[in-house]
């Protein structure tokens, strides 16, 4: 009876010890493969909790939750600081547990974020999510010493150090290039007017609708059915509607685009059969400026070919003339919302190349091509729809191995090391 007590606890104390690292160190990374779309989302909590003031360190915060994340979710998946490790798992989903409760029942912000853009739940989701690895926290810190270490204590320095390192240096890369994986609708190859189609018999949102009536100072709520049209001593108040479920909603919900005479040129940009490029830039004021020269090489490369070229940004028309008169820019602008850009490329200024809707191409200005590998980079683009190839898999995979080889390589010496001093050891208590 005891021995089956002990196994049915070994099972419950292993599958919470995956269940925390499966999801902490699938939460970590995907914060790291966009960390500016994580600050936008920290932008979002700070805004929603009045301390605007630290707006300005949403990025250092971002790159490091996801780096602590990653690190705690590698740390108790190979049994690493056992006892740290499972305290602070305990730490941060006792408040992430009321926090996310908080959210469910205020909404502040539409979605927590916990998996980016990666795999999006809505709060009360996430809620009931946390409920489960907050049970699965307690437990594993209860038992955290009968957690299997793969490592020996020696090198449980390196791995957590190496885990956090990685997670920043891999957020690193994808801030300052776009991000290798690409959650967003809007990815090289999405046809936005696709997306922004419902298909047909596709379920629509269910109201109720209710209607606030008057008689005699007395005040009663009537429904759609019951409303009192044929008795005029009730005088109507207010009507109230409520969403019961909501229907089908696309991946783009909206896309609208207007010129500078405020009209909406959405239809027009989007159904346009030629190559046409857009700069993207939410905010002209923050936007990179270094770039410039290859800016400009691009548009003049642009109108000789007959292709166009807009700046879409979300700026005040007086952004528009301090960025014309720093950089010399004659392309035309663009008005768009400033978050709906955010989104669509994740650069300030990002470069997005379009055809008939579909994204061809998103270039980071930090990998802007220079004038002389126009041909070379815009030439594939010239014939057919073809879309850019990132080879976002071999890179993937790579930066995988990054990671995996080196501590691979640790606990193979780590564990020659130890059995052999273990061999000594029982080989001296023989003699």
């Known amino acids: 009876m005891k021995a089956r007590r002990?196994?049915?606890?070994?099972?419950?104390?292993?599958?919470?010890?995956?269940?925390?690292?499966?999801?902490?160190?699938f939460s970590g990374f995907v914060k790291a493969v966009d960390p500016m779309g994580g600050a936008i989302k920290i932008d979002d909590y700070l805004t929603a909790f009045g301390w605007n003031f630290l707006h300005p360190f949403s990025t250092f915060f971002s790159f490091n939750l996801a780096a602590i994340e990653f690190v705690l979710g590698v740390c108790v998946t190979l049994g690493v600081y056992r006892r740290y490790t499972t305290f602070c798992l305990l730490l941060m989903m006792l408040f992430m547990t009321p926090l996310?409760?908080?959210?469910?029942?205020?909404?502040?912000?539409?979605?927590?974020?916990?998996?980016?853009?990666?795999?999006?739940?809505?709060?009360?989701?996430?809620?009931?999510?946390?409920?489960?690895l907050l049970a699965a926290a307690i437990y594993v810190f209860r038992h955290h010493r009968k957690l299997f270490p793969c490592f020996s204590p020696h090198t449980y320095w390196f791995v957590a150090f190496f885990a956090y390192l990685f997670s920043i240096g891999f957020g690193y890369m994808n801030y300052n290039h776009l991000p290798i994986l690409d959650f967003r609708p809007y990815k090289v190859g999405a046809n936005i007017p696709a997306l922004m189609e419902i298909p047909?018999?596709?379920?629509?949102?269910?109201?109720?609708?209710?209607?606030?009536?008057?008689?005699?100072?007395?005040?009663?709520?009537?429904?759609?059915?019951d409303v009192p049209t044929d008795d005029s001593t009730w005088v109507f108040v207010e009507s109230r509607?409520?969403?019961?479920?909501?229907?089908?909603?696309?991946?783009?919900?909206?896309?609208?685009?207007?010129?500078?005479?405020?009209?909406?040129?959405?239809?027009?940009?989007?159904?346009?059969?030629?190559?046409?490029?857009?700069?993207?830039?939410?905010?002209?004021?923050?936007?990179?400026?270094?770039r410039i020269d290859e800016i400009n090489s691009i548009y003049d490369y642009a109108?000789?070919?007959?292709?166009?070229?807009?700046?879409?940004?979300?700026?005040?028309?007086?952004?528009?003339?301090?960025?014309?008169?720093?950089?010399?820019?004659?392309?035309?602008?663009?008005?768009?919302?400033?978050?709906?850009?955010?989104?669509?490329?994740?650069?300030?200024?990002?470069?997005?190349?379009?055809?008939?809707?579909t994204i061809l191409a998103k270039w980071h200005y930090n990998d802007f091509p220079p004038f002389e590998r126009l041909d070379e980079v815009f030439g594939p683009f010239v014939a057919g729809n073809?879309?850019?190839?990132?080879?976002e898999d071999v890179k993937l995979f790579t930066n995988l191995l990054t990671f995996i080889v080196?501590?691979?390589?640790?606990?193979?010496?780590?564990?020659?090391?130890?059995?052999?001093?273990?061999?000594?050891?029982?080989e001296e208590t023989e003699n």
């Open 386 to 391: 073809k879309a850019q190839k990132r080879e």
């Open 200 to 225: 047909e018999g596709a379920p629509v949102d269910e109201y109720d609708y209710s209607f606030v009536y008057e008689k005699d100072g007395v005040q009663k709520v009537f429904s759609l059915e």
């Open 241 to 290: 509607t409520k969403l019961i479920k909501q229907g089908y909603v696309p991946p783009i919900s909206a896309f609208n685009v207007y010129n500078l005479r405020d009209e909406e040129v959405t239809e027009s940009l989007l159904s346009d059969s030629g190559l046409m490029f857009w700069l993207v830039s939410p905010r002209l004021e923050d936007a990179d400026d270094e």
């Open 100 to 132: 996310t409760l908080y959210l469910a029942l205020f909404n502040p912000v539409s979605d927590c974020g916990c998996f980016g853009d990666a795999v999006v739940i809505t709060n009360w989701q996430t809620f009931y999510k946390n409920v489960v």
């Open 303 to 357: 109108v000789e070919r007959g292709w166009k070229f807009y700046c879409l940004t979300g700026s005040s028309r007086e952004a528009m003339a301090a960025w014309t008169d720093n950089t010399g820019a004659e392309y035309p602008y663009l008005f768009a919302d400033a978050v709906l850009l955010k989104t669509i490329v994740r650069s300030n200024p990002g470069l997005v190349l379009m055809r008939e809707g």
């Open 406 to 426: 080196p501590l691979s390589l640790v606990w193979m010496y780590d564990w020659t090391r130890y059995r052999k001093r273990s061999r000594k050891t029982e």
């Open 6 to 25: 002990e196994l049915i606890e070994k099972i419950i104390l292993e599958f919470s010890r995956i269940l925390l690292g499966s999801v902490f160190i």
